[in-house]
């Protein structure tokens, strides 16, 4: 942002992590908002839809006014390129529990033409003020502790697409995976041929997770199609994200599993753990195989 | 519709399906729809929820140049009245492989103040034209053939939300639904506690399924909440489906899963199986229990 800040705005700014700084909104009149997309969230030349869709749920959250995205679906249209983008929302409803909104995230280009990039359809709530049963009884997958598992800094599209020869994987010094090694085959060359893929996720500055993290979160490993021998880039067509608890403190376990992979396009399905095994996140996308 | 039909018209609406009639749209103007929500497809006085996605989708589906609903969310935002209702599209990007765009269904009162019911966003793709590679590895879930599965014209909600002392159910007048007897506990007042409601579902006149109409079908069951004991209205926040591809003729397989109902909400996973085993349909929405 080009605004002149203030010595405490500094100071505040600089006690947040790179994830907050990244996805930060700036309104510029009712409904619209400036932001600037960052490299620093992106593998190969993409920016992570993930990060995209943080992006829209930040600035919704500041038009809607309950604070926290529970269930948000995204579109993505157009593969939009780091710098200044802008993003209209638009209430539809106010509820007492929920509000609902839209938002359109776009660039414009040096003759003023806009690309929208990303269209989103919202409903908040204030999830600390929601009743506190649980009756989930799905199980949280098997999965070794964090430093039995693997990191890698390499990402099986990076480069691989056409125009990828740029910087490689930026996405991956913010955050920090710990793979499971049963579904991390394609960083050896030897997939399992199973559409699964297992990571502790946690930001690399030690920034906790949030329900507006979680939205990032949610897109931040690598599709289960490489791990099912699948190369290229997997662009994500749809993704929609519940968020259904704040998580704890802690890295969470993102857990993705694929079954339906047909004419051309597969369905991944995600689940996010936190550290006191509630499941804090679930999100299902659509997203295209064998474009490379 | 109030216009006046030739007789080519007339004979060739009398051939379509209810569905087909209950979901027709007008065009008004570029973008603007008119439509009558037939309360043949309510639940006591709810208008069906995939219904009205339904509608939605014909709309979009006569804005957008792909003919079939890919992937369609809806957030539900207030519940419409039977009568008419206007629906306003709008096309976001139109591609070679996909288009999309966005739907909101309103109602006017005798005032001219409009009420928006339903705000969705969708991708059409045309599912003839995508190759016919299936690799899904999901299975089929075990289900009686329909002549052992169990009817009943009763739903488990009619009646007995406030207001609900209308009609009964007259969407079950236009589906044929034979349940799994293992998972119709709650007609007899015995829910077997596991969040799973399986059946076969065709149209009672004889209408196959196809991509629009399965937007109704993966909504056309009870909740699974009814199965695991809780009663009263179960309202949709948000629903998206996937439809995956074309189904064969004949009944379809809708099976149901809610394994994680936490602070006042449930998620029920949708599969839709047609008789040649295809997976051809999945949706997954967020809705509310125990609002008696």
């Not at 157009?78 to 995230?105: F, H, K, N, W, Y």
């Not at 403190?249 to 694929?258: A, E, F, K, T, Y």
Request: glycine content about 8%; proline content about 8%; hydrophobic content about 35%.
């Amino acid at each position: 942002m080009s605004k002149i800040m203030s010595v405490a705005e500094t100071v505040a700014e600089a006690s947040l992590g790179r994830f907050d700084r990244d996805t930060a909104v700036e309104l510029r009149e009712t409904g619209l908002y400036e932001a600037r997309l960052s490299p620093r969230w992106a593998t190969g030349r993409k920016v992570n839809g993930g990060y995209l869709l943080s992006l829209a749920g930040r600035a919704l959250g500041d038009t809607l006014p309950h604070p926290h995205p529970f269930t948000v679906t995204a579109h993505y249209l157009a593969a939009p390129s780091a710098g200044t983008a802008c993003i209209r929302t638009e209430t539809a409803r106010v509820g007492r529990t929920v509000s609902s909104g839209s938002a359109v995230l776009y660039q414009t280009d040096d003759r003023s033409r806009k690309a929208e990039c990303v269209r989103a359809l919202a409903t908040h709530a204030d999830l600390s003020a929601l009743p506190d049963d649980v009756h989930t009884t799905t199980k949280r997958p098997a999965m070794p502790p964090p430093e039995l598992c693997l990191r890698t800094s390499e990402h099986p599209a990076s480069g691989s697409g056409p125009g990828e020869s740029g910087p490689s994987s930026e996405m991956s010094d913010q955050l920090s995976l710990r793979y499971d090694p049963a579904t991390c085959g394609w960083a050896v060359g030897a997939p399992s041929g199973r559409g699964e893929m297992r990571a502790w996720v946690s930001h690399a500055d030690g920034r906790d997770q949030d329900p507006l993290s979680l939205l990032q979160v949610v897109d931040a490993l690598p599709s289960p199609a490489f791990e099912m021998g699948f190369k290229g880039w997997v662009p994500t067509v749809e993704l929609t994200v519940h968020i259904r608890a704040r998580p704890a403190p802690g890295p969470v376990l993102v857990s993705i599993l694929s079954e339906n992979l047909a004419g051309g396009f597969l369905e991944e399905d995600v689940q996010v753990w936190d550290g006191d095994d509630r499941l804090v996140a679930q999100a299902r996308q659509l997203a295209r195989v064998g474009r490379n």
